[in-house]
T-cell receptor, first 114, second 109 residues
Framework: DAGVIQSPRHEVTEMGQEVTLRCKPI?????LFWYRQTMMRGLELLIY????????DSGMPEDRFSAKMPNASFSTLKIQPSEPRDSAVYFC????????????FGPGTRLTVL | LAKTTQPISMDSYEGQEVNITCSHN???????ITWYQQFPSQGPRFIIQ???TKVTNEVASLFIPADRKSSTLSLPRVSLSDTAVYYC??????????FGKGTRLHILP
């Protein structure tokens, strides 16, 4: 298996633009997680899905952020409009199920909003 | 949700054994203790998980005392490539995962 796949790996955009990050989880995994990592705040859980259904989105910073999982093999995290403070590395992870099961992380998307 | 406390940073030398202790005074009966490792520019990677006593795998050992209020991750004979951030997590199957700031381990030659 190729592991968790994220695209793009790097994204540079201007303030106000829409940004879409993509994730393909490991086949057979039922849970998918989106994280954001910055030096100041560390690694924060934004939202997670179980069987394609959002379970907890309390970590989503504000309405500018939205996430979808239309099927078991694809998820998106969208920021509209983007702001400089959204600059961070965004990780997607998947696991067999939620909770204490091992999570497998993707390589991350480094987002820079100018 | 049990909180964890671990040192912000640690230094050690190549070839030494490194022990990182994590405190989790409010751990619940059905909580497990899990450690992740994160190298620069990569996502975290699962290292080891345990419930009580001792767990060992090819990478590390995890020591958990009887009261389970703390745990110690032990890395035998570290090398420069073990320089990373190590996260201690306590959770059960229904918990939301909180990584915290972790322990930044720096291995010196």
């Amino acid at each position: 298996d190729a592991g968790v796949i994220q695209s793009p790996r790097h994204e540079v955009t201007e303030m106000g633009q829409e940004v879409t990050l993509r994730c393909k989880p490991i086949s057979g995994h039922n849970s998918l997680f989106w994280y954001r990592q910055t030096m100041m705040r560390g690694l924060e859980l934004l939202i997670y899905f179980n069987n394609n259904v959002p379970i907890d989105d309390s970590g989503m910073p504000e309405d500018r952020f939205s996430a979808k999982m239309p099927n078991a093999s694809f998820s998106t995290l969208k920021i509209q409009p983007s702001e400089p403070r959204d600059s961070a590395v965004y990780f997607c992870a998947s696991s067999l199920s939620r909770g204490y099961n091992e999570q497998f992380f993707g390589p991350g998307t480094r987002l820079t909003v100018l | 949700l049990a909180k964890t406390t671990q040192p912000i940073s640690m230094d050690s030398y190549e070839g030494q054994e490194v022990n990182i202790t994590c405190s989790h005074n409010n751990i619940a009966t059905n909580d497990y203790i899990t450690w992740y490792q994160q190298f620069p520019s990569q996502g975290p990677r699962f290292i080891i998980q345990g419930y009580k006593t001792k767990v060992t795998n090819e990478v590390a050992s995890l020591f958990i005392p009887a009261d389970r209020k703390s745990s110690t991750l032990s890395l035998p004979r570290v090398s420069l490539s073990d320089t990373a951030v190590y996260y201690c997590l306590v959770m059960n199957r229904d918990d939301k995962i909180i990584f915290g700031k972790g322990t930044r381990l720096h291995i010196l030659p």
